[in-house]
């Protein structure tokens, strides 16, 4: 499973940024995928994640009502729509897969399998 992780850049507070994450490989039908980030000096810390099958959706508290997750099965794509943008949220940007996620409802990053290379969205004040 390859993921490839698209879509960082320069917004100021208030602004809007889409983030995309394209799968390759295996297909993802009981697959959970999700953002994770990690900012400058801190450890690396769940987003969201989406359950590839029926699309159950769970994110951190502090982006819930802003951020919001999505899939495109066809396309093999998921998406990380960012709205009101904070300087808090200036992190490099991870998409990762769980291929297992059975009926967890937490997400850390050491339950995740694959990961794709990072992508930077920096926040401006």
């Known amino acids: 499973v390859q993921l490839q992780a698209s879509g960082g850049g320069l917004v100021q507070a208030g602004g809007s940024l889409r983030l995309s994450c394209a799968a390759s490989?295996?297909?993802?039908?009981?697959?959970?995928m999700g953002w994770f980030r990690q900012a400058p000096g801190k450890e690396r810390e769940f987003v969201a994640v989406i359950r590839w099958y029926g699309g159950t959706t769970y994110y951190k508290d502090s982006v819930k009502g802003r951020f919001t997750i999505s899939r495109d099965g066809a396309k093999k794509t998921m998406y990380l729509q960012m709205n009101n943008l904070k300087p808090e949220d200036t992190a490099v940007y991870y998409c990762?897969?769980?291929?297992?996620?059975?009926?967890?409802?937490?997400?850390?990053?050491?339950?995740?399998?694959?990961w794709g290379e990072g992508t930077l969205v920096t926040v401006s004040s």
């Open positions: 490989g295996r297909t993802f039908t009981n697959y959970a």
């Open positions: 990762a897969a769980d291929p297992e996620p059975g009926y967890s409802t937490t997400w850390s990053p050491g339950r995740m399998i694959y």
